[in-house]
């Protein structure tokens, strides 16, 4: 059992390029997130789904699009690369069941915008 | 969402109890209080949840206070492999939110 898988696990990319950040699961779970974290620092939510063609804002949203076309994939886009987007990036996934159900993460995305 | 408030950073000797408060005081009736934790370079890891009653995993215990404003993470026999940012998240719904956590160390 797989859990949640992200690809790459380091890139390096220049200033105004793009890229699309891979998650995915394997435990069919409606919840799914994308977080942030600078070095030193806490996470920050930076959109999160509900469920196949739902998607919302979370703490940090600017800079990014996701969508959520299946179950198992919500992968993360970056448009524009910027420096200030130098982070590590974790997926998660959560069964539904709101109030009582745990998180799984992914190892982690490091980002470098140069 | 409820605010939280943990210390920043903790410590503890190997192999002694740790007990790592976090305090809740807006937490609604219904929320459960959760637990994670993150391990150096690693993503974070589910600890433990709890509603009212206090709850017992191979992990770790978790201490609720009667007025569910506070709880109490405890650790019972800590190693250096519990060095890590403990992160206390007392209302889960949609979005999982998390605070800046305390940081434990472990001396050897």
């Known amino acids: 059992n797989a859990g949640v898988t992200q690809t790459p696990k380091f890139r390096i990319l220049k200033i105004g390029q793009s890229m699309t950040l891979q998650c995915t699961q394997d435990?069919?779970?409606?919840?799914m997130y994308w977080y942030r974290q600078d070095p030193g620092m806490g996470l920050k939510l930076i959109y999160y789904?509900?469920?196949?063609?739902?998607?919302d804002k979370g703490e940090v949203p600017n800079g990014y699009n996701v969508s959520r076309s299946t179950t198992e994939d919500f992968p993360l886009r970056l448009e524009l690369a910027a420096p200030s987007q130098t982070s590590v990036y974790f997926c998660?996934?959560?069964?539904?069941?709101?109030?009582?159900?745990?998180?799984?993460f992914g190892q982690g995305t490091r980002l470098t915008v140069v | 969402d409820a605010k939280t408030t943990q210390p920043n950073s903790m410590e503890s000797n190997e192999e002694e109890p740790v007990h790592l408060p976090c305090n809740h005081s807006?937490?609604?009736?219904?929320?459960?209080i959760h637990w994670y934790r993150q391990l150096p370079s690693q993503g974070p890891e589910y600890v433990i949840h709890?509603?009212?009653s206090n709850v017992n995993n191979r992990m770790a215990s978790l201490a609720i206070a009667e007025d569910r404003k506070s709880s109490t993470l405890i650790l019972h026999r800590a190693t250096l492999r519990d060095a890590a940012v403990y992160y206390c998240?007392?209302?889960?719904?949609?979005?999982?939110?998390f605070g800046k956590g305390t940081r434990l160390h472990i001396l050897p």
């Open positions: 998660a996934s959560r069964r539904q069941g709101l109030l009582n159900t745990e998180a799984f």
């Open positions: 435990m069919n779970h409606n919840y």
């Open positions: 789904s509900v469920g196949a063609g739902i998607t």
């Open positions: 807006t937490i609604s009736g219904t929320d459960y």
């Open positions: 709890g509603l009212t």
């Open positions: 998240i007392p209302s889960v719904r949609d979005k999982i939110i």
